[in-house]
């Protein structure tokens, strides 16, 4: 079965500042991973999405995503944080064998100061 | 186009009440997903519908928690004999046909008193 880890309950950045979310997950084969945003009174909004092929995707909102297979991970980045990136970030992995039940990590709660 | 729609936004109910959520995919799309998130958590898997059948009912907690898609698009979520712990924020998603993708709506939230 499949699990995820976010190791951190919440981090605080600087506007203007890197930023880096922690994503750990465990799965048998190559898994489905995702990053969704879930802003106070809003949805959740998915920003990428790996499947296969380069390792390294963009999503909207200038984030980016690394897949490492040797460490079971899949950080989320952005280069320069904004004071509207505050907000619950979950890191998602689904099986691929066809069958899409999709396992969420607890979040990262994304706090940016001015 | 319209997004993924649930009604109601709120659901205050007592306990050992019976409640029904219920969820309007996107057009066209052929998964529907239910999750419960609770207060500070992620949302939990309930179950995976692809067209009319449940493909993957394995997240449903008890059999108090039953869920439908009868014409393969509208689902319904069915709570019998609440519990005060059963009060969380109920999401649906869709897919579209070949996509994992999933498309959430905004949920609905349910209290238990």
């Known amino acids: 079965a499949q699990s995820v880890t976010q190791p951190d309950i919440h981090i605080t950045v600087s506007e203007g500042a890197s930023l880096e979310l922690r994503c750990n997950y465990s799965?048998?084969?190559?898994?489905?991973l995702f990053w969704y945003v879930q802003s106070p009174g809003q949805g959740l909004q998915l920003l990428l999405k790996?499947?296969?092929?380069?390792?390294l995707v963009q999503g909207i909102k200038g984030f980016e995503a690394e897949f490492k297979r040797s460490q079971s991970s899949f950080n989320l980045r952005k280069p320069s944080v904004h004071w509207s990136d505050a907000a619950e970030y979950f890191c998602?992995?689904?099986?691929?064998?066809?069958?899409?039940?999709?396992?969420f990590g607890a979040g990262t709660r994304l706090f940016v100061k001015a | 186009g319209a997004g993924v729609s649930q009604t109601p936004s709120n659901k205050v109910t007592e306990k050992g009440k019976y409640v029904e959520l219920r969820c309007d995919p996107i057009?066209?799309?052929?998964?529907l997903y239910w999750y419960r998130q609770s207060l500070g958590q992620g949302p939990e898997f309930l179950i995976y519908?692809?067209?009319?059948?449940?493909?993957?009912d394995s997240g449903l907690p008890n059999d108090r928690f039953f869920a439908v898609r009868p014409e393969g698009s509208v689902s319904t979520l069915k709570i019998q004999r609440t519990e005060r712990g059963d009060s969380a924020v109920y999401l649906c998603?869709?897919?579209?046909?070949?996509?994992?993708?999933?498309?959430f709506g905004p949920g609905t939230r349910l209290t238990v008193l």
């Open positions: 790996y499947f296969s092929g380069d390792t």
């Open positions: 998603a869709s897919s579209p046909p070949g996509d994992n993708e999933q498309f």
């Open positions: 519908f692809q067209g009319t059948g449940a493909a993957d």
């Open positions: 998602a992995v689904a099986a691929n064998t066809g069958g899409f039940k999709t396992i």
């Open positions: 057009s066209g799309h052929t998964a």
């Open positions: 799965y048998g084969a190559t898994p489905y």
